[in-house]
């Protein structure tokens, strides 16, 4: 079925940058939003930032103006730009993909580490 690549995550400094790819693939499908979310210790999952496939975006408060969420329809592929991080961003980041006639589909999860 639906199989979601992800990749970029990593270790960084504070202030650092790091590109978060989630590529979604295998049988013939629409996805309808596109995004990523984030789990850490002593906090619920949260959404960092979500794209339809009309381009629109939202993002968590937390991420505004550091964060960019962009996406390849045709690719059914998502990216988050994630500049000036911060320890607190510090979480494993999970892709998120719905598509259209499917139920959602979760990736394994990216580890993000900011050291301060």
């Known amino acids: 079925q639906v199989q979601l690549v992800e990749s970029g995550g990593g270790l960084v400094q504070a202030g650092g940058s790091l590109r978060l790819s989630c590529a979604a693939s295998g049988s013939p499908f629409s996805v309808n939003v596109m995004g990523w979310y984030r789990q850490s210790p002593g906090k619920q999952r949260e959404s960092v930032a979500t794209?339809?496939?009309?381009?629109?975006?939202n993002y968590a408060n937390s991420v505004k103006g550091r964060f960019t969420i962009s996406r390849d329809n045709a690719k059914n592929t998502v990216h988050l730009q994630m500049n000036s991080l911060k320890p607190e961003d510090t979480a494993i980041y999970l892709c998120?993909?719905?598509?259209?006639?499917?139920?959602?589909?979760w990736g394994q999860g990216t580890q993000v580490t900011v050291s301060s």
């Open positions: 998120y993909v719905l598509p259209f006639t499917l139920g959602p589909k």
């Open positions: 794209i339809t496939s009309g381009g629109t975006t």
